[in-house]
């Protein structure tokens, strides 16, 4: 079978798009292995099923269920796969470019100032087009899965790359897909790294886990007056290897250097709510909202369309 696919990217996280606006299309896991391979497939970090919400209820997907008790105008899903073929809860790059390609196909405008309700693994995500052309997404409520315990110690896990000595402690963040962030202290360090290979996390995480390593650079004046923080990020993706940007993985490293900051400060209310995050293929915007929601804004690209053999 011969489908039309979009190749796109988000700061240079890279997907390979596809259109099922029917719901008909039944992607394995093997498929999506090919069209991801970088020397004998088109080459990608995931792949992105556009199909109808309803088509995902009706196809025994209970989270479409959800989703659509959730916010039944959700009527568009993201079925996002990695590299390796396994489903994830949630892709922050991903509901940028999927925004821009529904928007390419003409099954949503966002020209007016209009939001997008989508559906994920992770819920129901609302996107809006800022005027630079950006992409900001409300990612939902996030938490410390270690529990509140582990803002006070910092650290509920062991991480360990190769090249280091010893483990080093790091946080874990749930954005609906997991996240364990550690600090480094210097980008020499960081732009050295080997991430050829996952680091090690103690204890496993249940169903593995992103891990982002960070290094703070300080704080600098905001657009709108306030100041805003600034973080550079490397990440090793759970079913992808290193990539050269993660959208989830930049909330949690904002998120995770938040905590850092605010824990044992007198006056939590001064560390910033703004981080703009570094990244390899570019930069993001992390943004504490009200209700316990962070929000992600970025740049979404649509590059290619072609047509591929999906045997
Ligand atoms: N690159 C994505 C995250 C994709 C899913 C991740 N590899 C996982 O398995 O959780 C992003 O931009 O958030």
Same mark, same amino acid.
């Given at each position: 079978?011969?489908?039309?696919?979009?190749?796109?990217?988000?700061? *240079?996280?890279?997907?390979?798009? !596809?259109?099922?606006?029917?719901? @008909?299309?039944?992607?394995?896991?093997?498929?999506?292995?090919?069209?991801?391979?970088?020397? %004998?497939? =088109?080459?990608?970090?995931?792949? =992105?099923? /556009?199909?109808?919400?309803?088509?995902?209820?009706?196809?025994?997907?209970?989270?479409?269920?959800? #989703?659509?008790?959730?916010?039944?105008?959700? =009527?568009?899903?993201?079925?996002?796969?990695?590299?390796?073929?396994?489903?994830?809860?949630?892709?922050?790059?991903?509901?940028?470019?999927?925004?821009?390609?529904?928007? *390419?196909?003409?099954?949503?405008? !966002?020209?007016?100032?209009?939001?997008?309700?989508?559906?994920?693994?992770?819920?129901?995500?609302? #996107?809006?087009?800022?005027?630079?052309?950006?992409?900001?997404?409300?990612?939902?409520?996030?938490?410390? %899965?270690?529990?509140?315990?582990?803002? &006070?110690?910092? &650290? $509920?896990?062991?991480?360990?790359?190769?090249?280091?000595?010893?483990?080093?402690?790091?946080?874990? =963040? $749930?954005?609906?897909?997991?996240?364990?962030?550690?600090?480094?202290?210097?980008?020499? +360090?960081?732009?050295?790294?080997?991430?050829?290979? &996952?680091?090690?996390?103690?204890?496993?995480?249940?169903?593995?886990?992103?891990?982002?390593?960070?290094?703070?650079?300080?704080? @600098?004046?905001?657009?709108?007056?306030?100041?805003?923080?600034?973080?550079?990020?490397?990440?090793?993706?759970?079913?992808?290897?290193?990539?050269? %940007?993660?959208?989830?993985? &930049?909330?949690?490293?904002?998120?995770?250097?938040?905590?850092?900051?605010?824990?044992?400060?007198?006056?939590?209310?001064?560390?910033?709510?703004?981080?703009?995050?570094?990244?390899?293929?570019?930069?993001?915007?992390?943004?504490?909202?009200?209700?316990?929601?962070?929000?992600?804004?970025?740049?979404?690209?649509?590059?290619?369309?072609? +047509?591929?053999? /999906?045997?």
């Amino acid at each position: 079978m011969t489908v039309r696919f979009t190749k796109g990217h988000g700061t *240079q996280n890279d997907f390979v798009l !596809l259109a099922d606006t029917r719901g @008909e299309m039944d992607l394995t896991a093997e498929q999506v292995r090919r069209l991801a391979d970088r020397r %004998s497939g =088109i080459g990608a970090d995931g792949v =992105i099923r /556009l199909a109808p919400t309803a088509a995902l209820a009706r196809a025994g997907e209970e989270v479409a269920d959800a #989703v659509l008790a959730e916010d039944p105008e959700a =009527i568009w899903f993201m079925d996002y796969r990695n590299g390796d073929g396994s489903r994830a809860e949630m892709c922050g790059n991903g509901v940028r470019v999927f925004t821009a390609f529904a928007e *390419q196909l003409g099954l949503v405008d !966002l020209s007016g100032g209009g939001e997008l309700a989508l559906g994920t693994r992770g819920g129901v995500k609302r #996107v809006r087009r800022e005027p630079s052309g950006w992409y900001a997404v409300d990612m939902g409520p996030w938490s410390l %899965s270690g529990g509140p315990d582990s803002a &006070a110690a910092g &650290a $509920d896990a062991m991480v360990l790359t190769p090249g280091w000595d010893a483990p080093r402690p790091g946080l874990s =963040i $749930d954005l609906g897909n997991p996240h364990t962030v550690v600090a480094l202290s210097d980008v020499a +360090e960081l732009a050295a790294l080997d991430l050829g290979r &996952a680091p090690a996390v103690e204890p496993v995480p249940p169903h593995g886990t992103n891990v982002e390593l960070v290094v703070p650079l300080g704080e @600098e004046p905001g657009p709108d007056g306030g100041t805003v923080g600034r973080i550079r990020m490397r990440v090793h993706e759970r079913g992808v290897g290193e990539t050269r %940007s993660c959208g989830t993985g &930049a909330c949690a490293a904002a998120l995770a250097v938040r905590t850092w900051a605010a824990h044992g400060v007198e006056d939590p209310h001064g560390v910033p709510s703004t981080w703009f995050v570094e990244v390899p293929g570019g930069e993001v915007r992390v943004r504490l909202l009200h209700g316990g929601h962070v929000e992600l804004a970025g740049p979404a690209e649509l590059v290619f369309t072609g +047509e591929v053999e /999906l045997s």
